[in-house]
Structure formats: C-alpha cells, structure tokens
C-alpha cells in the first residue's frame, strides 16, 4: 500500500463520504495529509449542499474546505444559535457552528472535587481565578437544555 501514488490514493478518497474519509485519515500521516486536500472536501461540500451554497461559504483566508464543511455540519445538527453541545465525552461551546469554547470532558468534571465556589486556594493556585464555576454553569445550561428537549419535542407534537 505505500508505494502505491498519490493520485491513487485521491481516487479512492473521492469514492468516501465525509465520515469514512475522516476515518481514513486516522489511519496515518500519509492519509491525513491526502485526506486534507481543499479538492476532496470542496466536492463532499458541493455534493452536500450544492454549488450556490459552496460558491457562498467558500473558505477565506487560512481556512480550509474541511473546514467550512465541519462548521456548515455543526450547522446543520445543532442549528446557528448558542449551544452547548457534547461529542463524545467532551463538550464544546458553539456559536454559528464555529467551535468557541472547549468545555472540558464529563470525565475531568467527575474526578474534579469541590462546590461552585472557590477557596482561596484556587485563587492563588489559578492564573484564572474561579474559571470552573464559569463551566460548571455552562454544564448546567447544557444539560438543561438536554433535558428539556424532549419537553419541547413533545410541545410541538
């Protein structure tokens, strides 16, 4: 398989959807780089969402096709608002589908200790006093916004 050429190899690629080619470029560094290419995700992009939306969120400045076409599916599954959304076990702030915030994982959260407030301690141990009851409320906000999805779901039926 390594000796086989680059063109190959995006031939190939152009046969994968979005997820699998994301898979495959797990595999190596070889793939991850050929997977990248602006052409790959410009044509997953314009098969998804057609030319006319292609041509209007063409990626400016350093940002790729992979890109705008991650920010356009975030779009599409968590809607344009504020949203705090979990993959996997960590959690995102995001806002127009752009990622603002990495939240931390669920799992950090359960082995942290201690109540919302802040000893003097974390003051003096912290270069950001008190940042954890900043992400302890936007937990609760995720998670209530989780919970009541269901209620609203139920509501419009």
């Known amino acids: 398989m390594e000796r086989l050429p680059a063109d190959v190899y995006m031939k190939i690629f152009f046969l994968l959807d979005h997820q ?34 292609a041509v209007f969120y063409a990626p400016v400045d350093s940002k790729s096709w992979k890109d705008a076409f991650e920010v356009q ?14 993959e996997g076990d960590d959690c995102y702030l995001i806002h127009q589908g752009e990622i603002q915030r990495h939240l931390g994982s669920r799992r950090q959260q359960k082995q942290e200790s201690g109540g919302l407030f802040c000893s003097e301690a974390d003051i003096t141990d912290r270069e950001e006093p008190c940042s954890g009851i ?17 209620a609203k779901r139920s509501r419009l039926l």
């Open 73 to 86: 599916d975030r779009c599409d599954r968590v809607g344009v608002g504020l949203k705090i959304i979990r």
């Open 134 to 150: 900043l992400d302890k409320m936007l937990f609760f906000l995720g998670d209530l916004e989780a919970a009541s999805g269901h």
């Open 20 to 53: 699998n080619l994301a898979t495959a470029q797990q595999v190596c560094r070889k793939w991850k780089l050929l997977g990248s290419e602006n052409v790959l995700w410009s044509n997953l992009f314009k098969e998804r969402w057609g030319e006319e939306r």
